[in-house]
Nanobody, 127 residues
Framework: QVQLVESGGGSVQAGGSLRLSCAASGYIYSTYCIGWFRQAPGKEREGVATIATFIVGDAAYYADSVKGRFTISQDRAKRTLYLQMNSLKPEDTAMYYC??????????????????WGQGTQVTVSS
């Protein structure tokens, strides 16, 4: 089973930036889809971005709410996933989780399809 540990959360003012990291250990699927989700108080967990690796390179998906502001990337050698968050808004405030599922097809942030989750890191954006 894979273990995921997020870090990098914190408190920033609107317009600021943060970079989240998710370190993976244990068994990693030979092909996988990995991504970021977030959950604000009183709201359902929502998908932020996912990434999968193919022979020709990585393919990423972004939720409309973060497109153009957030960038997902991974360092496979370090087994670490990143989320660079720029131009942060108060509505980005949430607990951010990384999650992974086996297989690299249909790599979309449908939370019910992801089995392995980290414990989360808090991001707070003040206006």
């Amino acid at each position: 089973q894979v273990q995921l540990v997020e870090s990098g959360g914190g408190s920033v003012q609107a317009g600021g930036s943060l970079r989240l990291s998710c370190a993976a250990s244990g068994y990693i699927y030979s092909t996988y889809c990995i991504g970021w989700f977030r959950q604000a108080p009183g709201k359902e967990r929502e998908g932020v971005a996912t990434i999968a690796t193919f022979i020709v390179g990585d393919a990423a998906y972004y939720a409309d709410s973060v497109k153009g502001r957030f960038t997902i990337s991974q360092d496979r050698a370090k087994r670490t996933l990143y989320l660079q968050m720029n131009s942060l808004k108060p509505e980005d405030t949430a607990m951010y989780y990384c999650a992974v599922k086996a297989g690299n097809s249909n790599c979309l942030p449908r939370k019910n399809e992801f089995r392995d989750w980290g414990q989360g890191t808090q991001v707070t954006v003040s206006s």
